[in-house]
């Protein structure tokens, strides 16, 4: 089947009355937990799948794609009011983001955030439904020294957030590369920095770091220093994004939708590493005014790209799904089991198949795309008023908030002790001007950079070189190399030229 | 990530009409690991046939997911000690997993109730020219130099990583020469062999089924016992000793004696459900209970532990 057949096959089963009620059910339910920290859309899924048992699988799995794509809509929400990102793929969002709304921006924010969410979704989803297959050979001749070349680029990109003195920005990526130690090597099973604790076993959780360091530290801090701080009710300012904000939200809309869906495509990808790269992207990219805003008061652009790449990503995820049967994502993994209780059994024969219901399901997310704006633009407003509470009370309240969410993500104490450790920490790094982010790219990209050099390193019997004479890996590095070395050069040069 | 979901179906709206009076008035399976993997497709099933046969009134499921069910483990002991209800799903992961992680608790500190399902490994190797047409190439290869194979696998210590020692060690080799490039659950490892970027790969059958199905990838052996595909030799019929196999089962909390829970196992391996739901997933039965399956757990400790010691991991 063509896509265009397809599609419209897909479209003709979507639009009926009851295909559409799921898709509303399962766009409000994502937007809900997407909202919430902790619970995810794949523990959401889980949770539904008896209902696998009572309804046909066309409905089921449209409800599935709208918890799905709700949750991406969602997970940016609290991001940029609460400084508290919900799951990995918002916590660059929150870098900008949290600044806008506290600075009386966050209507914008979360706007542009949405809007973003929308042009991301229908090009991601566009992606799937002409690229994915062809995008998904090309994804399978990347191997392990490829995937180390694209983490080093994304290393690059700490070079944005570390602030005035590199020392201190350079201690807080050592000490996430640090907690990215933590738990079982892959390679070998053997645990390391695990102290006999077996909570630890599994590592720490990227969000909850992300958490205790944005949002717990800050509360901490601003508890700690109270009577410094005016006591002044937050501005929340215009809701709506100006006709400036929209003029600097597109290009980061689209560049951010176009590096995304590629990293989402990637077997070992995920959504991570192109919000990292989008966000260098914009900074790099901004105009000397937007520059200023860059880290002070917020900038659109830094929300606009890292939540396209989000989103696009997150529909790139869904390709090898469809195409090959591989769940790269947790989500993904508990969409096949619900293949699987339906007696299908997802794989590369899965478009041949069960034609009707992939494209039914391709059709679905469209609708929930569109049902996902039309529901969320409304919220913006409601949810910015949530800055209207007082500051002693708005923060008691993310205190709770960030508690409750931890506690959800495995109903451990360890967690708990975990989330207010580094919160502490994190509320002394804010007192002696220790950049907070670098801490969480260090625990993202150093785990997955250490794997794939030494899968790399296995497969080349221990050869180094494999790095450079790979032609995919040597391109990257020469990237990498060009994107950190290059504005110095040039600058020398400039120099050199002006005197 | 480590997510836990508790999940308390609604057996009396849903149960189809009770033959008897339940066995059980509820049951609560505790699976060590994320939804979506074999562990919770075993819970699922088992929830499947007993409420719908009427064997238990109510099932809830809850997840303790990280580091092959040693994150879970210790959680199931201190919260469900004593408690009758309670089913701990675990297998032949977590037996390798106690013993690389240094776990202080294993399956030994859970009364054993019943091996309920297994599941042959297999071999594959990328399509196309250059890559190995058959095993008895892959072995010819592994027996002149292990470490030139790359072959992926689910991680350091895991079954694959265990099979591809004990297929080494066979060859005459030390099982410490095996090169396995370990790639994290959910795809990678799969992906990297599709790719070409190993020039083998170990899984499960379920995992590697549809892939080889689709000419994707090409089935050297599977390492079973006997065939699961006819089409596909054993390791054995290879000329390679080794038999390894992927078990599940079900232990019982620890206080608890686990007579009622293994009457409820027995009368649920009677039900056709069972059989039928056995067939529709591709798993083999492998229904052990008792001093048996309790023998059988000291056997597979004592191999597990010999091999990861020769793998450098014990």
Known sequence: MDPIAGLSLGFSNA?????????????????????????????????????????????????????????????????????????????????????????????????????????AGTIGTLGISFLGPLVVEFALKLGPAEYFALMVLCFVTVSAVLGGSALRGLTSLFFG????????????????????????????????VAVALFAVGETLYLAWRHHEAKAEVRRVGSIMMSRSDFRRSVGPWFRGSFLGFPFGVLPAGGTEMPT????????????????EEFGTTGAIEGVAGPEAANNAAAAGILVPMLTLGLPTSATAAIMLSAFQSYGINPGPL?????????????????????????????????????????????????????????????NSVTDLILLYGIGIIGMFMRRFDFPTAPVVIGMILGPMAEQAMRQALTISQGDWSTFVTRPGSAVILTLAVAALVGPRVYGVWARRADG | ??????????????????????????????????????????????????????????????????????????????????RADSLFVGGTALVGAAITNRSPLTLADLPPVARLTEEAGVVVAPMGQGHFPDIAALLEALRADPGAV????????????????????????????????????????????????????????????????????????????????????TLREAGIAVVVTNWRGVFGAPGVRPDA??????????????????????????????????????????????????????
């Open chain 1, 15 to 119: 639009l009926t009355a009851t295909n559409l009620g799921w898709a509303l059910l399962g766009c409000f339910l994502g937007t809900a937990v997407g909202v919430l920290p902790g619970i995810g859309p794949a523990l959401t899924i889980a949770l539904l799948l008896p209902i696998t048992f009572q309804v046909e699988a066309t409905g089921a799995f449209i409800l599935f794609c709208g918890v799905f794509y709700g949750a991406m809509y969602g997970g940016s929400t609290t991001s940029i009011l609460l400084n508290t990102p919900g799951e990995s793929g918002s916590i660059i969002t929150a870098l900008e983001g949290a600044k806008m709304a506290r600075s009386g921006r966050a209507g914008p924010a979360l706007a542009t955030a949405a809007i973003g969410s929308f042009v």
């Open chain 1, 177 to 208: 590369l640090m907690l990215g130690l933590v738990g079982i090597d892959l390679q070998t099973g053997q645990p390391r920095l695990t102290f006999g604790i077996p909570e630890l076993l599994d590592g720490v959780n990227v969000v909850l």
């Open chain 1, 276 to 291: 990292m790269l989008s966000y260098y992207a914009e900074r790099k990219l901004a105009s000397p005014e937007a520059k």
């Open chain 1, 350 to 410: 899965l478009f041949e198949q069960q034609g009707a219901l992939v494209w039914t399901l391709i059709a679905s997310l469209y609708v929930a795309n569109v049902m996902l704006v039309v529901l969320n633009l409304p919220l913006v407003g409601l949810w910015a008023r949530i800055l209207k509470i007082p500051q002693p009370q708005l923060y008691a309240g993310i205190l709770v908030f960030a508690t409750i969410g931890t506690y959800g993500i495995s």
């Open chain 2, 1 to 82: 990530m480590r997510r836990r979901g508790l999940l308390l179906a609604t057996g009396g709206l849903l149960a189809a009409p009770a033959l008897a009076q339940p066995m059980l008035p509820q049951l609560s399976i505790f699976v060590p690991a994320n939804p979506g993997g074999g562990w919770d497709g075993l819970a699922r099933g088992i929830e499947q046939v007993v409420r719908g046969e009427g064997l238990v009134g109510r099932v809830g499921l809850e997840h303790v997911a990280g580091a092959a069910g040693t994150v879970g483990l210790p959680r199931f002991v201190t919260q469900r000690r004593a």
């Open chain 2, 150 to 233: 790359p072959v992926s696998g689910a991680g350091g210590g895991t079954p694959d990583h265990v099979t591809l020692g004990l297929i080494v060690q066979a060859l005459g080799r030390n099982a410490i020469e095996a090169r396995l490039a370990a790639f994290p659950g959910g795809g990678a490892a799969q992906a990297a062999v599709v790719g070409g970027q190993v020039r083998a790969a170990i899984g499960g059958w379920g995992e590697y089924e549809q892939l080889i199905r689709a000419g994707r990838l090409r089935a050297l052996a599977t390492t079973g016992a006997e065939r699961i595909d006819p089409a596909v030799p």
């Open chain 2, 261 to 314: 829970m293994i009457a409820l196992m027995q009368a649920m391996h009677e039900r056709p459900a069972w059989g039928a739901l056995l067939r529709e997933r591709g798993w083999a039965d492998a229904f052990l209970t008792g001093p048996a399956f309790a023998a059988f757990l000291e056997t597979d400790r004592v191999q597990t532990r010999a091999v990861l010691e020769e793998l450098g991991l014990a």
